[in-house]
Nanobody, 116 residues
Framework: VQLVESGGGLVQAGGSVRLSCATS????????MAWYRQTPGKEREFVAR???????EYAESVAGRFYIYRDKARDTLNLEMNNLKLEDTATYYC???????????WGQGTQVTVSS
C-alpha cells in the first residue's frame, strides 16, 4: 500500500489547514489509519486515528481542534487542523495497517509550520 500526503505548509497561529493522505488501495480495506507527527530531535508522536469500524481517537494535545475522517469516494484520509498553535509545527506522517500502534505503511511526510 502506498500512502501519499499532501497539504500543509505555512499557516498562522489560530488558523486552519487540511492534510490529505491518498491511498493506493481502497481505504475501506485498511483496518486502521493514523496521523503521526515529528519534530527534529524528538520521537514521532501519535496525533489521531481512524479505524475501519468508524471509531476515532485523538491525542489529548489536539482533541477538540483536529478532526480525522476517511473520504471513501476519494480513498483519502484527511486531517482537519483548526486553531493551530506554534507547538503543532512538525512533519506530519500518514500511516496504515492492521494493528493499532504498529503501522505497516507510512507516507513520506508533509511539513506544517505554524507562525506567530
Amino acid at each position: 500500500v502506498q500512502l501519499v500526503e499532501s497539504g500543509g505548509g505555512l499557516v498562522q497561529a489560530g488558523g486552519s489547514v487540511r492534510l490529505s493522505c491518498a491511498t493506493s488501495e481502497s481505504i475501506v480495506r485498511i483496518v486502521t489509519m493514523a496521523w503521526y507527527r515529528q519534530t527534529p530531535g524528538k520521537e514521532r508522536e501519535f496525533v489521531a486515528r481512524s479505524n475501519r469500524d468508524g471509531s476515532v481517537e485523538y491525542a489529548e494535545s489536539v482533541a477538540g481542534r483536529f478532526y480525522i475522517y476517511r473520504d471513501k469516494a476519494r480513498d483519502t484520509l484527511n486531517l482537519e487542523m483548526n486553531n493551530l498553535k506554534l507547538e503543532d509545527t512538525a512533519t506530519y506522517y500518514c500511516s496504515g495497517g492492521v494493528l493499532i500502534n504498529m503501522p505497516d505503511y507510512w507516507g513520506q511526510g508533509t511539513q506544517v509550520t505554524v507562525s506567530s
